[in-house]
């Protein structure tokens, strides 16, 4: 399976009803290493996509408070998720957006049309809808009447006639693929999670929302004026949309419909349902190929509490990128949070990672190493003493990778720095003038800036070209924070 070099990575589109926050940071960084991996590792030919969920009632509910047209709020806010990832240097090859593009109107609207008429069926109902997920809930997922995901709000009793989706049609199929890892869910426990959702038994969900519910804001349901799509069912297309789905493509068949590609979503653990029940069901129905890995990341809590704006400890990370710097935020998300769990935020965490290994760490042993060389001109060396311990960390670092374990495979590379550190302590060639072991001090930092380079490229670059200048760094790459004093 996936001879083919290509290779589909998104993240989630979010709503954007608010400003982003910390938590879909860690989603960018997390697809965007994955994406430079594949392509600067692995060889591999990558379409990575990201984007902004513009159709869904909250974004209408957030527009109404604020007393300005849908349309300018959507706008100015998927401006905020787009210069985020431009901030963080995430190497997206495409941004799309759901309410304004072509593409994404017509693709939604083909994936309704290409469903099994059998797949699609209107009627009368009534139940609890939660605004936070944009999902009506089966009682059994209640904890004390409330989502469990959005507790602190009231759920809304909904009763109209909407369009439902025979979900109860693909539970054997859905359990099949996901058993034999067809639809690989990474990790386990959100594998095991699902799998469990499954044997309580699927039921059909509505995908549509009356004109009137919806405020006439979302995708139209071709041939019934009263309908307007359910904000999941045209987001989640958003993804061979961008391919160019509507037209049939040449990308769309290379990058999503070849078997031989490999197709991976990046999401966050409260809506692996979505991705992994719902959105595999619809391709099925539509006669689609369904995703081959869903890599599940937890939630960035504060000070161990959910983000949340009704407590009023959501983290900028524009804020934290113009404080601190994109590349010190990069590395504290992919270090300091396991990649599949939940991690938490504090601004004595990030500081403290900061100095231990980005000041005192990797820009102190880069700083030495570089400045010895530039008093050494004529050095040479080779990586004789580290050959071994090199093809053991990009082995390391390669399998973590690509078993989306990326805070396991950037700490093997802080051991590689940890050892380099350790040759020069040992063989002092500040005393000595030994040009060798000079040579291959600069040889390791430079492996290590290579190996580095997926997860920080910024970083990385810098440190290649101070090399192959011959330069000391004029300006350390992490200036030391000065901690503050309570």
């Not at 300018?72 to 309410?99: C, K, W």
């Not at 304004?100 to 469903?115: N, T």
């Not at 890892?181 to 044997?199: A, K, Q, S, V, W």
């Not at 093809?391 to 078993?403: I, L, Q, S, T």
Request: hydrophobic fraction near 40%.
């Amino acid at each position: 399976m996936f001879m083919n070099k290509k290779v589909f990575i998104s993240t989630a589109i979010p709503y954007v009803n608010a400003r982003p926050h910390i938590g879909f940071a860690l989603e960018l960084v997390q697809a965007d290493t994955l994406a430079r991996f594949y392509r600067e590792t692995r060889g591999r030919q990558v379409l990575f996509l990201t984007g902004a969920d513009e159709n869904s009632l909250k974004n209408v509910q957030a527009a109404e408070n604020e007393g300005i047209p849908v349309a300018d709020l959507v706008a100015r806010n998927a401006g905020f998720f787009s210069q985020l990832a431009e901030r963080l240097n995430i190497s997206n090859d495409d941004f799309i957006r759901t309410s304004v593009e072509e593409r994404h109107i017509k693709g939604a609207q083909k994936l309704w049309q290409s469903c099994r008429p059998e797949d699609i069926y209107k009627k009368n109902y009534r139940g609890l809808y939660c605004v936070g997920c944009e999902e009506f809930k089966r009682e059994r997922d209640l904890v004390d009447g409330r989502c469990e995901e959005h507790p602190d709000r009231e759920l809304q009793v909904v009763e109209e006639e909407n369009y439902f989706f025979k979900l109860s049609n693909y539970s054997h199929v859905l359990e099949e693929l996901i058993r034999q890892g067809r639809i690989l869910i990474i990790p386990e426990t959100r594998r095991n999670e699902i799998l469990r959702f499954i044997e309580d038994g699927l039921e059909d969900f509505s995908i549509s929302r009356s004109r009137e519910r919806a405020r006439e804001w979302g995708i139209p349901v071709l041939g019934d004026d009263s309908q307007i799509m359910y904000v999941w069912f045209d987001a989640l297309s958003n993804y061979i949309n961008a391919l160019g789905y509507a037209d049939n493509s040449e990308k769309f068949k290379e990058f999503w419909q070849d078997e031989k590609a490999e197709t991976i979503h990046v999401i966050g653990k409260g809506i692996n349902r979505f991705h992994t029940i719902y959105w595999p069901a619809m391709l099925l129905s539509a006669g689609v190929r369904t995703p081959d890995k869903v890599l599940v990341h937890g939630y960035v809590t504060v000070g161990g509490q959910k983000i949340s704006k009704s407590l009023g400890n959501t983290v900028d990370p524009l804020a934290l990128i113009d404080e601190y710097g994109a590349e010190s935020v990069r590395y504290y998300l992919l270090r300091e949070i396991a990649t599949g769990g939940d991690g938490d935020f504090s601004v004595e965490k990030f500081e403290a990672r900061y100095n231990g290994d980005l000041a005192n760490g990797l820009g102190n042993f880069a700083s030495r190493v570089l400045k010895l060389a530039e008093k050494n001109q004529t050095f040479s060396g080779s990586l004789s003493e580290f050959e071994k311990t090199i093809v053991e960390v990009k082995e390391r670092v390669a399998e973590k990778v690509e078993g989306f374990r990326l805070n396991e495979a950037i700490a093997y590379i802080w051991e590689l720095v940890a050892a380099g550190d350790k040759y020069i302590n040992d063989n002092k060639p500040w005393e000595t003038k030994d040009g060798q072991v000079i040579g291959t001090a600069v040889a390791v930092l430079s492996e290590i800036a290579e190996i580095l380079k997926p997860f920080l490229p910024e970083t990385a670059g810098k440190i290649r070209g101070y090399i192959e200048r011959k330069e000391a760094i004029s300006e350390p790459l992490f200036p030391r924070l000065e901690v503050k004093m309570e």
